[in-house]
C-alpha cells in the first residue's frame, strides 16, 4: 500500500513528487513503444540486407549474425539499378536547383512588394499542390509524347519542379518576410542596384532557409514513384521505378530487395535528420513560423 | 589617347540601357518565370484534362481518335465502370488514416513536449520524424517482406508469441493494412508541426492555467487547443490534400486489390489511362476528382480563413 499521501489533497493516494514520477514513467513507456514502432522497420530491412540470402529469411529470424556485403555486391552488378540511381540522381539534382532558381527570386518579390493581389497568387501557388500527381500527368503524358520529351531527362526535371515549386515560394517567402529590410536599404544608399543588394545581402541572410527547402524538394523528389512510372520507359527511368519492378519480378530474391530498399532510403534518412530542426517550417509550407 | 570609335559607344549605351532596364523592372523578371511555371502546372492540366475527358481518346481505337464524345467518358466511368466505388474507398482511406494520424501524431507531440531532458526530446524528435524519409515504393517493400505469410517477421511474431491467428494482411484486411501503413509513414509529419505549434505556446499561458489548478484535460480543452486552432488546421488541411494524392504506396502495395478493395481513384485514373489505354475516360475520372478537390479545399479554406495564421 503507498502510505503517503498529498497533504492538501487527502483524498489523493500519492503525493505530488510521486505522481510525477509516475507520469514521466508513463510517458516515457509510450514514446519508447512508438520510437520502437518506428525503428523496428528500419532495423529489419538494414540487418536484412546484411545477411546472406538464405539467412535473411530464415524464421525464426537470426538475431545475431555476421554482418555481409554480399548483396549490395550483387546489387553493384545489377547494371539497371545502377543506371537507375544515376539517372535519378542527376535529374533530382537538377530539377532542386532549377526550381530554386525560379521560386527564391519570386518569393523574394512577394515578400518585399505589395503584389496586387497577393493573398489570391499565394493561394493559386498553393493550388497546385491541391491538383493530385495522376490528373496533372494525363495531360503532359499526351504533350510529352507530341513533343519528344516522353522518357528523357528533361521531361522528368520538368515534373520535379512541378512538385517542388509551390513548396519553394511558400517558404522562402516567410524566410525573406523574417529578415529585416534595412540592411537592404542601407546597401543601397551606398549606391548598390537592387539587385545588388539582394544578392549581396539579403540572400546570404536566407541561406539556413535555401539549404533546408533544398534537401525537402530534393526528398519529394527523389521518393517520387508515379510520374517515373508514366513519364518513362528505359533511358530516364527512376530509382524508384527500378525498386518497383524488383517487387514484381525478383520477388524471391528478399535480400537483393532489402538492399536495394536500404540504398535508397539511406541518403534521404540523413538528410532528414540534418534538416529537422527546419522540417516543420518547410512542411507546412511556412505557415507555422509566426513567432 | 584613343576616342571610342562609333560602334562602341553604341554598344555602351545598349549595355548600359539593358542594365537599365533590368534594374528597373526587376520584380517582373523575377516574377515571370514562376508565373509561367505556374500556368503550365495549374491552368494547363486542368484545360487539358476537360478537353480530352470529351473526346474520344483510347489508344487502343485510333479510329475514333480525337472525335467529339459528348459525357459518353464519364457514363462509362461512372454509370458502367467502378469509379463510385473508387471515390468510396477513397473516402474511407482518407479520413481513416486523417483520424489516426492527428490523433497520435497530437498525443505524441503532448508527450513529448512535457519531457525534461534536452538529449531524450532531441532524440524523439529524430527518431520520430524518420518514417517521414521513406520512399512510398521502399515502405511497401519494407512491409511486403516483414507481412509475407511465409517469410514475414510479424506474422511470425504474433503466431508464436500471442494466441491469435495472424491474418494474411494484404488479403484479409487490404484497406486496414493500408491506412496503418500509411500511418506510420506520415504521423511524423503531423507530430513535427504540433510539435512546433506546441513548443511556440508561451510558458506564461501554461503557468497560469498550472497554478488555478485545472487538471490537466482541462488545461489542453481550454488553454492549448484553442490556442493551437490555426496550426491544427493548417496541419489537416496540408495532410488531406496530401492524403487525396496518395498513389506510390498503395500502388505498390497492393496494385489496388485484392479485386478492387483498396482502389484509390488515383490508382482507378492510373489503370484506365495507362493500362488500358483510355485516356479519355480517365480524364473524365481525373475531372470529376480535381473538381471535387479544389471544392473541398476552398470551402475549407473559407471555414479555416488564413486570417493569423500567415500575415
Known amino acids: ?291 | 589617347m584613343n576616342t571610342p570609335t562609333q560602334s562602341e559607344v553604341r554598344q555602351g549605351i545598349s549595355v548600359a540601357r539593358l542594365r537599365a532596364l533590368w534594374n528597373d523592372y526587376l520584380p517582373y523578371w523575377f516574377m515571370t518565370p514562376m508565373v509561367l511555371m505556374m500556368l503550365l502546372v495549374t491552368i494547363f492540366p486542368g484545360i487539358y484534362d476537360l478537353y480530352l475527358s470529351l473526346v474520344h481518346y483510347d489508344l487502343s481505337s485510333p479510329s475514333t481518335m480525337g472525335s467529339f464524345a459528348g459525357l459518353s467518358n464519364f457514363e462509362t466511368a461512372f454509370v458502367s465502370g467502378d469509379a463510385v466505388h473508387s471515390f468510396a474507398i477513397t473516402i474511407a482511406f482518407v479520413a481513416g488514416a486523417l483520424v489516426l494520424e492527428t490523433c497520435l501524431g497530437f498525443i505524441l507531440a503532448a508527450l513529448v513536449t512535457g519531457v525534461r531532458s534536452e538529449r531524450m526530446q532531441t532524440f524523439y524528435r529524430v527518431t520520430f520524424i524518420l518514417p517521414m524519409a521513406v520512399a512510398p515504393v521502399s515502405l511497401a517493400t519494407i512491409f511486403r517482406i516483414m507481412l509475407n505469410t511465409e517469410v514475414g517477421v510479424i506474422p511470425y511474431l504474433i503466431q508464436t508469441y500471442t494466441p491469435f491467428v495472424a491474418p494474411n494482411f494484404l488479403s484479409d484486411i487490404p484497406l486496414l493494412t493500408v491506412i496503418t501503413i500509411d500511418t506510420w509513414n506520415w504521423t511524423p509529419f503531423m507530430f513535427i508541426i504540433f510539435y512546433a505549434g506546441l513548443s511556440s505556446i508561451p510558458d506564461t499561458l501554461v503557468e497560469a492555467s498550472q497554478v488555478d489548478g485545472a487538471p490537466l484535460w482541462r488545461r489542453y480543452v481550454h488553454v492549448i487547443i484553442p490556442y493551437m486552432k490555426p496550426v491544427l488546421f493548417v496541419a489537416i488541411l496540408i495532410r488531406l490534400i496530401d492524403l487525396l494524392r496518395t498513389f506510390g504506396l498503395v500502388f505498390s502495395l497492393t496494385r489496388g486489390g485484392p479485386g478492387s478493395a483498396t482502389k484509390l481513384v488515383s490508382i482507378n485514373i492510373f489503370e484506365t489511362g495507362f493500362k488500358f489505354v483510355d485516356l479519355g475516360v480517365a480524364s473524365a475520372i481525373a475531372i470529376v476528382y480535381l473538381i471535387c478537390i479544389v471544392a473541398l479545399c476552398n470551402v475549407l479554406i473559407a471555414v479555416i480563413g488564413f486570417e493569423g495564421v500567415w500575415d
Open chain 1, 1 to 291: 500500500m503507498a502510505t503517503t499521501t498529498d497533504p492538501k489533497h487527502p483524498s489523493r493516494r500519492f503525493s505530488k513528487e510521486t505522481r510525477k514520477q509516475l507520469a514521466a514513467i508513463g510517458r516515457h513507456t509510450v514514446l519508447l513503444i512508438w520510437s520502437f514502432i518506428v525503428l523496428f522497420p528500419l532495423y529489419w530491412i538494414v540487418s536484412m540486407s546484411l545477411k546472406p540470402p538464405r539467412e535473411a529469411i530464415s524464421l525464426p529470424p537470426d538475431w545475431v549474425f555476421l554482418p555481409t556485403v554480399y548483396n549490395y555486391i550483387q546489387l553493384a552488378a545489377e547494371s539497371s539499378y545502377v543506371s537507375a540511381f544515376v539517372n535519378s540522381l542527376v535529374m533530382v539534382v537538377s530539377s532542386v536547383i532549377l526550381v530554386l532558381l525560379i521560386g527564391v527570386p519570386a518569393a523574394y518579390i512577394l515578400s518585399r512588394y505589395d503584389v496586387p493581389k497577393q493573398r489570391d497568387v499565394l493561394v493559386w501557388i498553393l493550388s497546385s499542390r491541391m491538383l493530385p500527381p495522376i490528373a496533372v500527368v494525363i495531360p503532359f503524358f499526351v504533350i510529352f509524347r507530341a513533343l519528344n520529351l516522353y522518357d528523357t531527362r528533361i521531361g522528368m526535371v520538368l515534373m520535379y519542379i512541378t512538385i517542388n515549386i509551390s513548396l519553394v515560394v511558400w517558404v522562402m517567402k516567410a524566410f525573406f518576410d523574417g529578415i529585416p529590410e534595412t540592411l537592404e536599404e542601407a546597401a543601397r544608399v551606398d549606391g548598390a542596384t537592387h539587385f545588388q543588394a539582394f544578392l549581396r545581402v539579403t540572400l546570404p541572410s536566407a541561406k539556413p532557409g535555401i539549404i533546408s527547402v533544398a534537401i525537402i524538394s530534393f526528398i519529394f523528389a527523389w521518393i517520387e514513384l508515379l510520374f517515373g512510372l508514366v513519364l518513362t520507359n528505359n533511358r530516364a527511368v527512376t530509382v524508384s521505378m527500378q525498386v518497383y519492378q524488383f517487387i514484381g519480378v525478383r520477388q524471391i530474391e528478399w535480400s537483393l530487395l532489402a538492399a536495394a530498399t536500404t540504398v535508397i532510403i539511406i541518403p534521404v534518412l540523413l538528410f532528414v535528420v540534418a534538416v529537422n530542426k527546419y522540417l516543420a517550417a518547410g512542411l507546412s509550407f511556412g505557415v507555422v513560423i509566426k513567432e
